[in-house]
C-alpha cells in the first residue's frame, strides 16, 4: 500500500513515516500543501495522512480542492485540532478519518488497515474461494454455505513477489510470504 504523508513538523514526518514503513506500508512524506498537491496530482496513492496545520496553506482547503476535483482516495487527517467542530468539519470536507495528535502509532496503522479495508485496493487478491491482500490481515476462504474460516499469518501472510504454498489445516493453501 502506497500513502502519502502530509506533515510539516520535520520530527514527527520522519517518525510516522518509519512507523507506516515498519508496519508495511510504502510512504512518500512531504511538509507542504503546494508539494501534496503535486505529489496527489503525478502517483496513484492508496490513501492520504493529512495534518491540517500547514505553513503555506491549511489542509482543510487541499482536502476541499481534492474532492472538489472529484479525487475520492481516502484521506485521514492527522492534526492536533482537537474540537468537536473541527473533527466535524474535517469530516464533512471529506475526510475518511479524524485522529488527534498525540496518537499512539498502533492506532494510525490500524486506522489506515481498517480504511484501506473498505475500499477496493490494488494489493488485493480474490481467487476463488479465497481472498489474500497486502496489509496484514489473515486470509480468508469462503465457503458456498456463507460460513468463513480464517487461517491464521502462518498460511496467509504478506505479499512479496513471490507466490508459495503452505500446508494449511491439511490443505494446500496459497500463501504469500
Given amino acids: 500500500m502506497r500513502l502519502l504523508l502530509v506533515e510539516d513538523d520535520v520530527r ?12 508495511g506500508f510504502t510512504v512518500d512524506a512531504v511538509e507542504l500543501a503546494g508539494d501534496a498537491r503535486l505529489a496527489a496530482a503525478t502517483t ?3 490513501a492520504i495522512v493529512l495534518d491540517l496545520g500547514l505553513p ?16 475520492t482516495m481516502p484521506v485521514l487527517i492527522l492534526t492536533a485540532r482537537d474540537g468537536v467542530d473541527d473533527r466535524v468539519e474535517g469530516l464533512n470536507l471529506g475526510a475518511d478519518d479524524y485522529l488527534l495528535k498525540p496518537f499512539a502509532m498502533a492506532e494510525l496503522v490500524a486506522r489506515l488497515k481498517a480504511l484501506l479495508g473498505r475500499i477496493p485496493v490494488a494489493g488485493r487478491l ?7 491482500d497486502d496489509i496484514g490481515r489473515p486470509g480468508r476462504r469462503q465457503f458456498s454455505n456463507s460460513s468463513t474460516t480464517n487461517y491464521g499469518q502462518s498460511c496467509c501472510s504478506r505479499w512479496s513477489s513471490r507466490f508459495e504454498f503452505a500446508d494449511c489445516a491439511q490443505e494446500r493453501l496459497p500463501t504469500i510470504r
Fill in 12 to 23: 514527527l514526518n520522519a517518525t510516522v513515516r518509519r512507523g507506516l514503513q515498519r508496519a
Fill in 44 to 46: 496513484a496513492y492508496d
Fill in 56 to 71: 503555506d496553506e491549511d489542509g482543510k482547503t487541499v482536502l476541499t480542492e481534492w474532492r472538489n476535483a472529484g479525487n
Fill in 126 to 132: 480474490d481467487v476463488a474461494l479465497l481472498r489474500m
